[in-house]
């Protein structure tokens, strides 16, 4: 995404990834590529200013890039094997319901790895080590001058900052700047752990409900109507209660919908709902709060309209973007380009046949129960993460052997994390901050994944100074945010009273 510039300074050029993995780097730039300029590019108009080409490819297997990963054979037997896994419900949700989700993993790690199947295979080589090396590559070529050092300038989110960290692990001297935002834990990653990754989930629910209190209604449709907006304990855990009694009763009985068509609501429904809503609470809490006030009075209006707009997402006539509409049949170009395989893919590669030929039992003992006793509303909804890597049976011509960290990269990390992540904790930032020398952690005191979750100008001017000059934030730095759940004010659980303001550059 370019930008026009005075003559007298050239732009710079930003690489980013958007996480997943799977995530389309191509329609990041198109989502949010003119925000990521509003936040890294100067100010003012001088000669010392910078500002910011902001580039972003699909990695391997993803979207645009050829050749795809291929484990079926159009985009609407995709389609409908996703749609028959949201039909058979989470684990725990009825008595076979694990079984089902196994088998389908079992039977989409074999088709995705079959070595007879027709085509150029992608398979072996979507690997994080790949990337990283795609992205040292990337770096060289958007190298102006061919005889200088080619170094990175990376924002990453989520998956995208474990990507940036094995980058830095294996360049370290090719780092010019790096922001990580959301930061996964590398050396949990690469062992298959991930169980710890959800330890703060619950505590987001926990705010969901002190938001919604403090807020009352209006704002918060499943406030008590005679909240007053104090810190009643009593209330917050009535408002916990009849959470609870809603998926209690649609785990027990879902319930029958003809808006827009025949259909009905689960509770796996208002549990996948809720994993978004703790993702990105500023924008979904008040919708997660329409549709619980809306279930426990057994109205399905909204939960089904919602339901509704994430089928026509993800199904095979969606076009993303108006330009492809002019293409009839829309091209597979256009499509939702975020695939459970290619997540898969990556995921298993990474794991090196660390999972390879794990039985159901075990994988039950050894992954899945810890996420759940990790968190209770979020461990889960990622049953289903690495249980293809049972059956994927594939190497890729190199891997990631470690150790994480280096002892110096050329330019200092900035690592960003929110105080309460549903699935990148802030413990993990300050985790791997401690592989990397001089690298520092910047606390955003909000809740959701990646700082984007909330608004911060605090957060942003600090980000904004780093790619401008270099300048870290000093240790133990926390900004507050300028917008929370609701519109409420006050500092919900979990966000330290102690606030560290900082005007906009």
């Not at 037997?77 to 039909?87: D, H, R």
Request: aromatic share 10%.
């Amino acid at each position: 995404m370019p930008l026009p510039l005075p003559f007298w300074s050239p732009p710079r050029l930003l690489t980013t990834n958007t996480g997943g993995p799977g995530g389309s780097g191509v329609q990041e730039i198109l989502d949010r590529g003119k925000e990521i300029q509003r936040i890294v590019n100067s100010s003012d108009d001088t000669q010392h200013s910078r500002y910011f080409d902001i580039v972003s490819f699909d990695p391997r297997g993803v979207g645009n890039t050829l050749p795809p990963l291929t484990c079926f054979p159009d985009l609407l037997s995709t389609y409908l094997w996703s749609e028959a896994v949201q039909a058979h419900g989470l684990v725990g949700s009825f008595d076979q319901a694990a079984d089902h989700l196994w088998a389908r993993m079992q039977a989409l790690a074999t088709s995705c790895t079959d070595p007879h199947k027709d085509g150029a295979d992608i398979g072996p080589y979507m690997n994080t080590w790949s990337t990283a090396h795609d992205l040292h590559y990337i770096a060289q070529l958007l190298q102006p001058d061919p005889h200088a050092d080619a170094k990175l300038q990376y924002w990453g989110y989520s998956y995208g900052t474990l990507l940036g960290v094995t980058y830095a692990t294996l360049f370290p001297n090719q780092v010019h700047r790096m922001v990580l935002d959301g930061v996964v834990d590398a050396v949990s990653w690469y062992s298959g752990d991930l169980s710890t990754s959800f330890r703060d989930a619950d505590h987001i629910l926990d705010s969901f409900f002190r938001y919604c209190h403090q807020a009352g209604q209006p704002r918060c449709a499943f406030a008590s109507p005679s909240a007053n907006g104090e810190g009643n304990e009593n209330a917050i855990s009535d408002l916990q209660q009849r959470f609870k009694n809603i998926l209690s009763d649609l785990k027990a009985s879902p319930v029958w919908t003809t808006h827009p068509s025949p259909d009905i609501i689960t509770y796996s429904d208002v549990r996948r709902l809720l994993k978004l809503a703790l993702y990105a609470p500023v924008d979904l809490f008040p919708t997660l709060a329409t549709i619980l006030a809306d279930l426990e009075q057994r109205n399905t209006t909204s939960m089904a309209d919602w339901k509704s707009m994430l089928r026509e997402e993800m199904q095979p006539t969606h076009c993303l973007d108006p330009d492809c509409q002019s293409h009839a049949p829309c091209r597979e170009a256009c499509q939702y380009s975020y695939r459970v395989e290619v997540t898969a893919g990556t995921v298993c590669l990474d794991l090196n046949q660390k999972l390879l030929n794990t039985t159901r039992e075990e994988y039950w003992d050894e992954y899945l129960r810890p996420s759940i006793e990790s968190s209770h509303w979020m461990g889960d909804t990622f049953a289903d993460f690495l249980m293809p890597c049972a059956r994927w049976n594939g190497r890729g011509p190199g891997d990631f052997k470690g150790p994480t960290g280096a002892e110096n990269t050329s330019t200092p990390i900035l690592f960003v994390s929110n105080t309460l992540d549903p699935v990148t904790p802030l413990g993990d930032a300050h985790a791997m901050s401690a592989l990397f020398k001089q690298s520092v952690v910047l606390e955003q005191q909000a809740e959701g994944h990646c700082s984007f979750a909330s608004r911060s100008v605090c957060t942003d001017s600090y980000i904004r100074t780093y790619f401008q000059t270099g300048e870290l934030p000093a240790p133990g730095t926390r900004c507050e945010t300028d917008i929370r759940p609701f519109g409420v004010e006050e500092v919900s659980v979990g966000i330290s009273s102690t606030e560290l303001e900082r005007t906009e550059l």
